[in-house]
T-cell receptor, first 110, second 114 residues
């Protein structure tokens, strides 16, 4: 059973467009993390959201944690080719294991 | 300076062989992990060690055996390699176990079984 469902799985947009990636679960998480992975590299942490309803901004990226701490979203404003990559959400339900979603593969074309 | 380094970066070998992947971190972290990323990019935890002690052992065939000689190293030995073992294996570390701790990943070892 997949704990975290991400949507969409693939997204291809043009430079300058806005987009939102969703990470949903039926389980409550104490926190959720978002990572970005580029080809040939390991995932790199973008942000950790901890409090229900929390909103964090990282330049053009806005992350939100749902009030019930079961879901999160990533919104990118005015996407650029450098935003291209695999976006992964991850959370811990119990114990120490970090459970990852299946990822959203984003392609931004000039 | 590379924070989490894995060797080798590429590993191509025959079915039935035994191979090892090495991982070292210079971040002074107490906790290290092994993940497997399949062809669909799904990243799944395999093992975790905290201060050289095993704390996570997911449902992984016992052909996979992790070894942590010290806090800075976590190696992965795989016996009798099978076609389904083809994947990218990532090592990661964090300061301590826990959901709020950021994990730092290596660049992966791409294992291909012929």
């Amino acid at each position: 059973t997949q704990l975290l469902e991400q949507s969409p799985q693939f997204l291809s947009i043009q430079e300058g467009e806005n987009l939102t990636v969703y990470c949903n679960s039926s389980s409550v998480f104490s926190s959720l993390q978002w990572y970005r992975q580029e080809p040939g590299e390991g995932p790199v942490l973008l942000v950790t959201v901890v409090t229900g309803g929390e909103v964090k901004k990282l330049k053009r990226l806005t992350f939100q944690f749902g009030d019930a701490r079961k879901d999160s979203s990533l919104h990118i404003t005015a996407a650029q080719p450098g935003d291209t990559g695999l976006y992964l959400c991850a959370g811990v339900k119990s114990g120490y294991a970090l459970n990852f979603g299946k990822g959203t593969s984003l392609l931004v074309t000039p | 300076d590379t924070a989490v380094s894995q060797t080798p970066k590429y590993l191509v070998t025959q079915m039935g062989n035994d191979k090892s992947i090495k991982c070292e971190q210079n971040l002074g972290h107490d906790t290290m992990y092994w993940y497997k990323q399949d062809s669909k990019k799904f990243l799944k935890i395999m093992f975790s060690y905290n201060n050289k002690e095993l704390i996570i052992n997911e449902t992984v065939p016992n052909r996979f055996s992790p070894k942590s000689p010290d806090k800075a190293h976590l190696n992965l030995h795989i016996n009798s390699l099978e076609l389904g073992d083809s994947a990218v294996y990532f090592c990661a570390s964090s300061q301590m176990p826990g959901s709020n701790q950021p994990q730092h990943f290596g660049d992966g070892t791409r294992l291909s079984i012929l």
